[in-house]
């Protein structure tokens, strides 16, 4: 079992910034790719930004130059770096991570969500 522990996330006026982070922590052996999505009220979850086991990094046209995907040093942590926050980012974001456990078994857990929330 595998577990994403997420925090960072919280109050900011619009142009401000915010990182996030998330831990994952269990029987991993291997993680592929981590990542952030988001959902705001009433609309879907949806991909922010991605990291995989080789660097390469994928993020959605909407934060392109604003947001920042990184991993640290553990290889078991990511960061989602904010910047230029707008009011259309504020929603409840998701840490994500893909990969197998010590049985070779494919994961793909979720943490529980931080909310982020932009003022105009």
């Known amino acids: 079992q595998v577990q994403l522990v997420e925090s960072g996330g919280g109050l900011v006026q619009a142009g401000g910034s915010l990182r996030l982070s998330c831990a994952a922590s269990?029987?991993?052996?291997?993680?592929?790719?981590m990542g952030w999505y988001r959902q705001a009220p009433g609309k879907q979850r949806e991909l922010v930004a991605v990291?995989?086991?080789?660097?390469?990094?994928n993020y959605a046209d909407s934060v392109k130059g604003r947001f920042t995907i990184s991993r640290g040093s553990a290889k078991n942590t990511v960061y989602l770096q904010m910047n230029s926050l707008k009011p259309e980012d504020t929603a409840v974001y998701y840490c994500?991570?893909?990969?197998?456990?010590?049985?070779?078994?494919?994961?793909?857990?979720w943490g529980q969500g931080t909310q982020v929330t932009v003022s105009s």
């Open positions: 994500n991570a893909q990969g197998s456990d010590y049985r070779l078994t494919d994961f793909r857990s």
């Open positions: 990291i995989t086991s080789d660097g390469s990094t």
């Open positions: 269990g029987s991993i052996f291997r993680i592929n790719a």
